[in-house]
């Protein structure tokens, strides 16, 4: 059974960072894409960033470059994302996600998915 576990979500003031991590279970890591998305109250969830399974290619998302970055642990099974310059606007909801394929910001090309972890911005 695959599971994908996040943590390292909380609240933060404005202008500080965050770490995350997503620990995954039951799947060969080293050969999945690893994704994180959002999703904030009434809005659609949006694709964040993404890290091959070498780590030669990333994805991010234009509102986040520059201060979000993303990394992986294979011998861990785990991801980081390190959010820093944080805005109220990127309070949400952060999930982890699988991809057998390559990097994306769809939500639909994910197979696996966490329960996800608070990020809460306060200005």
């Known amino acids: 059974q695959v599971q994908l576990v996040e943590s390292g979500g909380g609240l933060v003031q404005a202008g500080g960072s965050l770490t995350l991590s997503c620990t995954a279970s039951?799947?060969?890591?080293?050969?999945?894409?690893m994704g994180w998305f959002r999703q904030a109250p009434g809005k659609e969830r949006e694709g964040v960033s993404c890290?091959?399974?070498?780590?030669?290619?990333?994805y991010y998302a234009d509102s986040v470059k520059g201060r979000f970055t993303i990394s992986r642990d294979n011998a861990k099974n785990t991801l980081y994302p390190q959010m820093n310059s944080l805005k109220p606007e990127d309070t949400a909801m952060y999930y982890c996600?699988?991809?057998?394929?390559?990097?994306?910001?769809?939500?639909?090309?994910?197979?696996?998915w966490g329960q996800g972890t608070q990020v809460t911005v306060s200005s």
């Open positions: 039951g799947l060969r890591y080293d050969g999945y894409a």
């Open positions: 890290i091959r399974w070498n780590g030669a290619s990333t």
């Open positions: 996600a699988a991809s057998y394929g390559g990097c994306s910001g769809v939500a639909g090309s994910f197979g696996f």
